[in-house]
Nanobody
Framework: QVQLVESGGELGQAGGSLRLSCAAS????????MGWFRQAPGKEREFVAA????????YYADSVKGRFTISRDNAKNTLYLRMGSLKPEDTAVYYC???????????????????WGQGTQVTVSS
């Protein structure tokens, strides 16, 4: 089992920046890739960004490309999401996820993840 705990969600301003963290514990050696998803009110959960644990390859949704940066510190078993140039439409609950299997592609599908955090709220004011 892997446990994931997100932190860093808060109220931000349009044009500003925030950093989310996700601390992983348990069988972290089994993790192949980690990602961030988000769910805005009244909308389905959507992919934001992902990173594979071994090579550090990163993948982004078009809506955040160039504004958000995903990174990981394997020694600390922590995943990060640096969010810049914030927009009100970035308001959502952000979820951290971990997958233990290899998939070809960009790790953008929920089915590619086995473990999920509880989420952290990000609100961006205009």
């Amino acid at each position: 089992q892997v446990q994931l705990v997100e932190s860093g969600g808060e109220l931000g301003q349009a044009g500003g920046s925030l950093r989310l963290s996700c601390a992983a514990s348990g069988r972290t050696a089994s993790i192949y890739a980690m990602g961030w998803f988000r769910q805005a009110p009244g909308k389905e959960r959507e992919f934001v960004a992902a990173i594979d644990r071994s090579f550090g390859n990163t993948y982004y949704a078009d809506s955040v490309k160039g504004r958000f940066t995903i990174s990981r510190d394997n020694a600390k078993n922590t995943l990060y999401l640096r969010m810049g140039s914030l927009k009100p439409e970035d308001t959502a609950v952000y979820y951290c996820a971990a997958g233990t299997s290899y998939y070809s592609g960009s790790f953008s599908r929920e089915v590619e993840y086995d473990y999920w955090g509880q989420g952290t709220q990000v609100t961006v004011s205009s």
